[in-house]
């Protein structure tokens, strides 16, 4: 039997660092299956979290963070607080707008229908879409998630290190958060936490949107540091 949206207690964790701009109008668009928007204010100089509470949307729950650790431990405090709040799920939304709300009920109903721990957003599924990427991220995008494949063991999952993720909040009760890095590696690492605890993984068919935002991530510290943290993590998964 398949579950409605309606049936469970719904939320979204934003991460939101340098986001005044663009949050406002996220929030506006996450549908009304949404039962709580997490957003989670990463000491972020332009307040973003502060512009968010200003749509007055009684969604809205504010977690503020005394000094800025990076968007994977912006979401281990999101992850924290909607276990606190007995949520069953919770997509993960980045602030910027890249990732189109209309698309959660796509994300979260094979974890609905009982087929996976978590679901990730497939940016490469749509290749009109993908067109609209900048080149040095999408060469980038592809060589780490090949690499991805290998270190979380999850060959079946196409783009791994896509950030828009669906995941029930029973799964994350048991998961172990010191394995969770607190920057970019936020993603992979989950995955490799999930695979080595034999939580199933599903990839969802999501084009991603880019305008005119400026990503925080540098692409040559990622050539830098994703190979050696994701080597470590294909020896941790091996032994």
Same mark, same amino acid.
């Given at each position: 039997? !398949?579950?409605?949206? #309606?049936?469970?207690?719904?939320?979204?964790?934003?991460?939101?660092?340098?986001?005044? *701009?663009?949050?406002? *109008?996220?929030?506006?668009?996450?549908?009304?299956?949404?039962?709580?928007?997490?957003?989670?204010?990463?000491?972020?100089?332009?307040?973003?979290?502060?512009?968010?509470?200003?749509?007055?949307?009684?969604?809205?729950?504010?977690?503020?963070?005394?000094?800025?650790?990076?968007?994977?431990?912006?979401?281990?405090?999101?992850?924290?607080?909607?276990? !606190?709040?007995?949520?069953?799920?919770?997509?993960?939304?980045?602030?910027?707008? #890249?990732?189109?709300?209309?698309?959660?009920?796509?994300?979260?109903?094979?974890?609905?229908?009982?087929?996976?721990?978590?679901?990730?957003?497939?940016?490469?599924?749509?290749?009109?879409?993908? !067109?609209?990427?900048?080149?040095?991220?999408?060469?980038?995008?592809?060589?780490?998630?090949?690499?991805?494949?290998?270190?979380?063991?999850?060959?079946?999952?196409?783009?791994?290190?896509?950030?828009?993720?669906?995941?029930?909040?029973?799964?994350? !009760?048991?998961?172990?958060?010191?394995?969770?890095?607190?920057?970019?590696?936020?993603?992979?690492?989950?995955?490799?936490?999930?695979?080595?605890?034999?939580?199933?993984?599903?990839?969802?068919?999501?084009?991603?949107?880019?305008? *005119?935002?400026?990503?925080?991530?540098?692409?040559? *510290?990622?050539?830098?540091?994703?190979?050696?943290?994701?080597? #470590?993590?294909?020896?941790?998964?091996?032994?």
């Amino acid at each position: 039997m !398949k579950s409605s949206p #309606q049936a469970h207690n719904i939320g979204v964790i934003i991460p939101a660092y340098r986001v005044a *701009n663009h949050i406002q *109008n996220l929030i506006r668009n996450i549908p009304k299956c949404v039962d709580r928007i997490i957003v989670v204010d990463d000491a972020c100089p332009e307040n973003s979290g502060k512009a968010a509470l200003e749509l007055n949307d009684p969604r809205v729950h504010l977690v503020e963070c005394p000094s800025n650790g990076g968007v994977g431990a912006a979401m281990k405090e999101g992850f924290k607080e909607a276990i !606190k709040q007995n949520l069953s799920l919770v997509i993960k939304l980045d602030g910027d707008g #890249q990732m189109d709300p209309k698309h959660i009920p796509d994300l979260v109903a094979p974890i609905l229908q009982e087929q996976a721990a978590m679901t990730k957003g497939n940016r490469f599924w749509h290749f009109e879409a993908l !067109k609209s990427m900048p080149l040095v991220r999408r060469i980038g995008n592809i060589g780490l998630s090949f690499l991805s494949k290998i270190a979380t063991g999850h060959w079946h999952i196409f783009d791994p290190t896509n950030g828009y993720i669906a995941i029930r909040t029973d799964v994350l !009760k048991v998961l172990d958060f010191s394995h969770l890095s607190e920057r970019y590696f936020f993603e992979t690492s989950l995955l490799a936490e999930l695979g080595a605890r034999g939580f199933r993984v599903e990839d969802v068919p999501i084009p991603a949107v880019y305008g *005119n935002e400026e990503s925080s991530l540098s692409v040559m *510290n990622s050539l830098f540091t994703f190979p050696i943290k994701l080597a #470590q993590t294909t020896v941790r998964r091996i032994f």
